[in-house]
């Protein structure tokens, strides 16, 4: 196959064309595949939220002052639509979407953050719906693992824009209990509903026309359009007097001034001050001495034989730590993933190269993002002292190790093994810290707000006129508080690639999407890095829009007298602008690393 990301050149030579052909989808009433859960749970969703927004228009509806009464011009839109929409990249389609929808003409600025929130959903969830409907039909393999993406993809953006909704709502008089988040909660989830969307189309830019791709197609038009104009129109919360007093509940302001305390503490004990008694015990004690809730061993000596069966035992919806200690040993089972609903789980192995979770899916017969060894997408994921791997090859390309689009996750002292496509970190919030990573084009990719902290990372000799190319960010929208850091790690080249690591050099990363963003601070760059540092993905794409930045990097490959001269890369001199990529102000956390018991530097140092 010829194509690195999603059909995009890899940075190579010429290869063949792919010579993947799919068949065509039968429509059929014979599968007994429809998701008819998947249904009931959105009907459930749009019965509950539906209520919420009702309640909500309630609020939005009454007349300005008293005896006004309320306005109901129709198909022409306000000048707070007009302004809300103007802040948006697709204001046509925005527009046209809020001025039919009810109350969105009577409302104000303010109120239409709520409102475009819930439009948003709706569409979403009716998206949802109609997707899992077509589930009985006859689809190949390929076909089919795209599609099994869409809905699990959308359904994550349901969930999203959902809590989304609830965080900014209008307040209701009486107050009310019921899930609510920070400004950078709803930044987090808008961004990876937005991620989502992309994900799941571009899973079918690899599949021949047929039935299901016409009707996916059809049926997903405009979502990732409308979810940008939403996220724009509470972006500009932050910017904008008329949308400074939309209310956001339980508020975070994560002031510099608590940073320097939060090093002070981890002077101390190796960990900060929030990190609660009983993970910091999970984190310093040896595995064979936690008192585990699930043991998971090879050799029928704990409580399952599968990581799939521990995963499936574990509670939904877990509001405690559910730690899954998994004895040493290979793990090789049908795409492992720990799903939205199981939440707080943290997988302890016996080390590096002792447990070892691992899998062969590639693209051609899967799509990237189905062909994960281990996917994570339940909030508070924790994986610490084991291997991830992908053995497929680089004859076979993208081949995933590990995927985690879970918020608030965290990976520690593990190893992430693979060769293109190794480390997926698709969406929200994630920490790495101490870990390996190994692999060749691309080899950590997506679309989180990811730290990586003291962690290896590891060039390996790539296929014949191949180029390695450590990062390829893929941020579509400007408004997404999304990229990758990198700091306080070592960049490193495997024995197999120094001796030819002239003739197969490696880059530090590559722009996947327009707004593509990483950083490198303060990490050591070994001798196999180009001078020139970074590698175009196509001709002139995103050189002008992207942020690419280096600060304070050390060792032979960090000398940046010959970097790129392109108008988004940089070399970072400032301590403040180098600061809002550290885990304090990139990922925000203060407000959720305590609870991991993982030690971290908060700032650019101790």
Not at 251 to 260: A, C, D, G, I, V
Not at 370 to 389: N, P, V
Request: proline share 5%; aromatic share 8%.
């Amino acid at each position: 196959m010829g194509y690195g990301r999603l059909g995009s050149p890899e940075p190579t030579g010429s290869f063949p064309e792919s010579s993947l052909t799919n068949q065509q989808e039968k429509p059929t009433t014979t599968s007994t595949r429809k998701p008819k859960l998947i249904i009931l749970g959105v009907i459930a969703f749009l019965l509950f939220f539906g209520a919420v927004a009702s309640a909500a228009l309630i609020v939005i509806l009454r007349p300005k002052t008293s005896g006004e009464p309320a306005k109901s011009i129709r198909g022409k839109p306000s000048q707070s639509i007009s302004k809300a929409c103007s802040m948006t990249r697709y204001p046509d389609l925005c527009v046209n979407s809020l001025v039919d929808f009810p109350g969105a003409l009577n409302a104000g600025q303010r109120d239409l953050v709520h409102i475009s929130v819930n439009m948003t959903l709706q569409h979403v969830g009716k998206a949802l719906y109609d997707v899992s409907d077509i589930g009985n039909l006859q689809m190949d393999v390929l076909v089919r693992s795209a599609y099994e993406d869409c809905l699990e993809l959308l359904d994550e953006s349901v969930n999203q824009l959902s809590r989304s909704l609830v965080s900014v709502a209008p307040p209701v008089e009486g107050g009310g209990g019921g899930p609510v988040g920070s400004t950078q909660d709803v930044m987090t989830w808008l961004s990876a509903a937005l991620t989502n969307q992309d994900t799941c189309t571009e899973g079918f830019d690899d599949v021949s026309g047929g039935y299901v791709k016409d009707q996916m197609l059809v049926k997903l038009k405009n979502l990732s359009e409308l979810v940008s104009n939403c996220l724009a129109i509470f972006a500009s919360t932050s910017d904008n007097e008329d949308f400074s007093g939309v209310p956001i509940q339980n508020r975070r302001r994560l002031m510099e001034s608590n940073f320097p305390a939060m090093a002070e503490e981890k002077e101390n004990d190796g960990f900060p001050a929030w990190v609660t008694r009983r993970d910091r015990r999970l984190l310093q004690t040896p595995a064979p001495a936690i008192r585990a809730d699930i043991v998971v061993s090879t050799d029928g000596t704990g409580n399952y034989k599968t990581i799939t069966e521990a995963i499936k035992a574990a509670p939904e919806q877990s509001t405690r730590r559910i730690v899954i200690y998994v004895k040493a040993g290979r793990y090789e089972e049908d795409n492992i993933k720990v799903g939205r609903k199981k939440t707080n789980l943290m997988f302890i192995g016996d080390g590096k190269g002792k447990t070892i979770i691992t899998g062969g899916k590639s693209v051609g017969t899967y799509t990237t993002f189905h062909s994960a060894s281990f996917a994570a997408t339940g909030t508070g994921f924790i994986a610490r002292d084991m291997t991830f791997e992908n053995h497929a090859g680089p004859a076979k390309h993208q081949a995933v190790a590990l995927r985690v689009g879970a918020d608030h996750g965290v990976v520690y002292r593990c190893s992430i093994i693979g060769y293109q496509d190794t480390l997926y970190v698709h969406s929200q919030r994630q920490f790495f810290r101490e870990c390996d990573v190994y692999g060749t084009v691309d080899f950590i990719f997506g679309n989180a707000a990811v730290v990586l902290q003291n962690c290896n990372l590891y060039a390996r000799k790539p296929m014949a006129q191949q180029k390695n190319t450590i990062t390829a960010q893929n941020r579509k929208d400007p408004n997404q508080n999304t990229g990758i850091s990198i700091h306080n790690c070592r960049i490193l080249a495997t024995p197999d690639l120094e001796p030819v690591k002239y003739a197969n050099p490696t880059y530090l990363g590559r722009p996947w999407k327009m707004y593509s963003r990483t950083v490198y601070m303060m990490s050591y760059m070994g001798d196999h890095i180009n001078p020139r540092g970074w590698l175009e993905w196509n001709g002139n794409f995103a050189l002008d829009t992207l942020y690419y930045g280096e600060y304070m990097n050390d060792g032979p490959g960090a000398a940046v007298g010959k970097r790129v001269g392109w108008k988004g890369y940089r070399v970072i001199t400032s301590v403040a602008e180098a600061s809002k990529f550290t885990v304090a102000q990139f990922i925000y956390g203060s407000s959720w690393l305590p609870g991991t018991g993982v030690a971290f530097i908060a700032g650019l140092s101790v």
